[in-house]
């Protein structure tokens, strides 16, 4: 069965850096010859595919897909990634897929997603987006952290207590499809690791 997993989390809590670990040192990132708006990259040789570009900058993944392109990459993925035997795992870091609608389509189509959500406090965060010279606007951080943790929230189990009410025992346990990962106390290798595990 394929995996897709989510990585999201708010701006500057070390996504990309742990997603680039997963991805490793040897890759190919592309893009669609008759529509700029599709990019993937490859992990040379492994199972992984990553929705996106990656490169040496402090701007990859996911979010280099246009606004618009969600829907263009997910039918290219459908047609030429999801068949592909040797490609067993899509990764999505950032918040450009990470809705309702793309977790659907994946969902539709027979595919097991998760997520993984990074989280640190505000003070960490101040100190990581500082280093990095970061001077986003604090209304659109706090609307990208609600982003993130509402986005998280639909993969925990929806309450059964309900059901048992009515006896109804047959019905299938939804399993915690969530990691939480508090980046405070951790390396990005240590992410990546909480990462390959939740896959396993």
Not at 20 to 43: A, E, M
Not at 63 to 68: A, E, F, M, Y
Not at 93 to 100: A, E, I, K, M, Y
Request: hydrophobic content about 35%; glycine content about 10%; proline content about 5%.
């Amino acid at each position: 069965m394929h995996t897709a997993i989510f990585v999201v989390g708010p701006p500057g809590v070390g996504k990309t850096s742990a997603v680039r670990i997963l991805l490793g040192g040897s890759y190919t990132n592309f893009t669609h010859p008759d529509t700029k708006k599709v990019k993937w990259c490859f992990q040379d040789g492994g199972p992984y595919v990553f929705a996106g570009h990656y490169g040496k900058g402090t701007f990859d993944g996911a979010d280099t897909v246009p606004n618009d392109g969600w829907v263009p990459c997910m039918e290219y993925w459908e047609e030429k990634i999801l068949p592909q035997e040797g490609i067993t795992v899509t990764v999505f870091d950032g918040d450009r897929f990470s809705h309702g609608n793309c977790v659907k389509f994946l969902e539709d189509r027979g595919v097991r997603v998760l997520c993984a959500h990074l989280t640190a406090s505000d003070e960490v965060m101040d100190a990581r987006r500082k280093q990095r010279g970061s001077d986003q606007n604090p209304t659109w951080l706090k609307g990208r952290v609600s982003k993130a943790r509402n986005f998280a929230q639909r993969f925990i189990p929806k309450e059964t207590a309900l059901f048992d009410m009515f006896g109804a025992e047959d019905e299938e346990e939804e399993v915690n499809r969530l990691t939480e990962i508090v980046v405070e106390d951790v390396t990005p290798e240590q992410v990546a690791d909480l990462l390959r595990a939740a896959l396993a």
